[in-house]
């Protein structure tokens, strides 16, 4: 940062700002993934949350996101038939699918990060270990606010009115 901040007050606040502009360049540079991919960015990020997890269930899929079956189950069909994962049947359970990676697929997609991870690793190199742990220890507390604070607006409360979208979900239109 080119210029001294004033006191706590203005660094919380620049901080905020900051990650907001963060947030939304990181949505962005995933949009412009998913669209050299011909997937979405909801298929995309589904498509990483497997690479992370490792095979796993539609459910478990479905239960990591938030999104209704239905909802993964289309998600699975575009990754599938995009050659990014592939269904199994899961042998403790023939009820169930399990969804596997194609890993060579998955490894045309992890170039197109390449440069990101690049420059990303130069940027690192600016900090001193301590401060890439002091990152690291905001990165990951901030994760875990943010799923927590994902769950909240999941689950509402009686007295939140409901969205547009949660109209119409019930059969009912939102206001245009």
Known sequence: MSRRLG???????ALSMAGRQLSAATIMF?????DRLGLNPTDHKCMDLV???????????AEATGLTTGAITGVVDRLEAAGFVRREDDPRDRRR????????R????????EHLSRV?????????DRD???ILDFMTRSREVLREATGELRRGSASDPPTPRR?????RPGPS
């Not at 006191?7 to 606040?13: H, I, P, S, T, V």
């Not at 690479?51 to 899929?61: C, F, I, Q, V």
């Not at 998955?106 to 990060?113: K, N, P, T, V």
């Not at 990303?120 to 001193?128: P, Q």
């Open 7 to 13: 006191g706590r007050a203005e660094l919380l606040g």
């Open 30 to 34: 995933h949009q412009a993934i998913a």
């Open 51 to 61: 690479a992370l997890s490792g095979a796993m269930t539609a459910g478990e899929l």
């Open 97 to 104: 699918v399990i969804l596997r990676l194609v890993p060579a």
């Open 106 to 113: 998955y490894a045309q997609a992890g170039r197109l990060f």
């Open 120 to 128: 990303t690793a130069e940027l690192a190199e600016r900090y001193s």
């Open 132 to 134: 890439l742990a002091t």
């Open 167 to 171: 109209k119409a979900a019930r059969g």
